[in-house]
């Protein structure tokens, strides 16, 4: 099984963004987008799946759409980030973090 998760902070006042709407997309080899997961972060800003990947997941492309537009109030040029990545192995676990402010962000991702 495959796990993906991600857990976003604050870096205003250090605190875990919670309830910030997210959502994946698969895109396949022809460039379509289908809806992988949509969730919200948990009280402690973070979104944690267990899943099986088969080979066509493998080899698609992934976009992660994060909603921060709404955790800002709308309070900030931007409204979402948008991270692509990969889930090349079906075994293994996919952790992207970040760190948001309303005037920026960072992530990092673990290998």
């Not at 870096?11 to 709407?21: E, Y």
């Amino acid at each position: 099984m495959a796990i993906f998760s991600t857990h976003l902070l604050n870096s205003v006042d250090g605190s875990h963004a919670n309830n910030v709407s997210i959502e994946i997309y698969k895109i396949d080899k022809h460039n379509n987008k289908s809806l992988f997961l949509k969730e919200k972060t948990d009280k402690s800003g973070r979104i944690l799946k267990e899943f099986k990947l088969n080979k066509q997941d493998c080899e698609s492309n992934y976009e992660m759409l994060i909603n921060i537009g709404n955790y800002f109030m709308n309070n900030n040029m931007i409204s979402e980030i948008s991270v692509k990545f990969k889930m090349k192995k079906p075994e293994k676990k996919y952790h992207i973090p970040l760190i948001i402010s309303p005037h920026g962000y960072s992530l990092w991702w673990s290998k």
